[in-house]
C-alpha cells in the first residue's frame, strides 16, 4: 500500500494568511494525487485533481503543485468557509489511500 | 443532477452483519467504478473498498478483506456493501463515492454518508 504522510495535522491561521499543506507519497505516485475538503457533518469535496488541475466551481484562490513524491496544496488568502480539515489522496493504485488530514482552524 | 443515497445503517452488536446500500441516479451508473470510504467518529478518511464498472472487479482494505463483501446491482443502479462478523472498529460512517476516471481519477461525488455503530 501506498503511505501517504500529511503535515502539519493541523494549523492556526487568520482570514487573509496564506496557507500551505504538504503530503509525502511513500512512492512515486506521477501525478495521481487529489485534495479533498471537509466540513464536519459534510461529506468530502474535491478541490485539486491530478495534482494541479482546478475541480470545476473551486475557488481560484486554491491551488496545487507537485515536486516527485512531494505534493502542496496552496490557499492564497484564506477565507472563512475554508475552515475545514484537508485530505490529500493518492489514486495511482488501489488502495486509494488518503493522507491523515490538516485540520485548519482560526486564529 | 448527480445524486448518491446511502442507507442501511445503524446499531449492530459485535459479530454481526450489516448490508448498506448506495442508490445512483443522475448519471449511467454502469459507467463508473465506485468506491466505499469510511471514518471512524473524529478521525480521517479511510478507503475500504472498490468495484469497477461492471463487477468484475474489486478490492479491500486488509482491515476488511475476508469479512465485507462490495457488490453492485447496474439495472437497479444500485451500490452494496456487505458487512459481517462486525466488530468495535468498524463503527464508522460510510461513505460511497464514485470515482471519474479520464486521464487522472478522482471522487468527484459522494453520498451524505450512513452511520454504522458496532456495540453490544
Known amino acids: 500500500d501506498i503511505q501517504m504522510t500529511q503535515s502539519p495535522s493541523s494549523l492556526s491561521a487568520s482570514v487573509g494568511d496564506r496557507v500551505t499543506i504538504t503530503c509525502r507519497a511513500g512512492?512515486?505516485?506521477?501525478?495521481?494525487l487529489n485534495w479533498y475538503k471537509q466540513k464536519p457533518g459534510k461529506a468530502p469535496k474535491v478541490l485539486i485533481y491530478?495534482?494541479?488541475s482546478l475541480q470545476s466551481g473551486v475557488p481560484s484562490r486554491f491551488s496545487g503543485s507537485a515536486s516527485g513524491t512531494d505534493f502542496t496544496l496552496t490557499i492564497s488568502s484564506l477565507q472563512p468557509e475554508d475552515f475545514a480539515t484537508y485530505y490529500c489522496q493518492q489514486s495511482y493504485n488501489a488502495p486509494r489511500t488518503f493522507g491523515q488530514g490538516t485540520k485548519v482552524e482560526i486564529k | 443532477e448527480v445524486q448518491l443515497v446511502e442507507s442501511g445503517g445503524g446499531l449492530v452488536q459485535p459479530g454481526g452483519s450489516l448490508r448498506l446500500s448506495c442508490a445512483a441516479s443522475?448519471?449511467?451508473?454502469?459507467?463508473?467504478?465506485m468506491h466505499w470510504v469510511r471514518q471512524a467518529p473524529g478521525k480521517g478518511l479511510v478507503w475500504v473498498s472498490r468495484?469497477?464498472?461492471?463487477?468484475?472487479?474489486?478490492n479491500y482494505a486488509d482491515s476488511v478483506k475476508g469479512r465485507f463483501t462490495i457488490s453492485r446491482d447496474n439495472a437497479k443502479n444500485t451500490l452494496y456493501l456487505q458487512m459481517n462478523s462486525l466488530r468495535a472498529e468498524d463503527t464508522a460512517v460510510y461513505y460511497c463515492?464514485?470515482?471519474?476516471?479520464?486521464?487522472?481519477?478522482?471522487?468527484?461525488?459522494w453520498g451524505q454518508g450512513t452511520l454504522v455503530t458496532v456495540s453490544s
Open positions: 463515492a464514485r470515482e471519474f476516471s479520464s486521464g487522472s481519477r478522482y471522487f468527484d461525488y
Open positions: 468495484i469497477n464498472s461492471d463487477g468484475s472487479g474489486t
Open positions: 443522475g448519471f449511467t451508473f454502469s459507467s463508473y467504478w
Open positions: 512512492q512515486s505516485i506521477s501525478t495521481y
Open positions: 491530478a495534482a494541479s
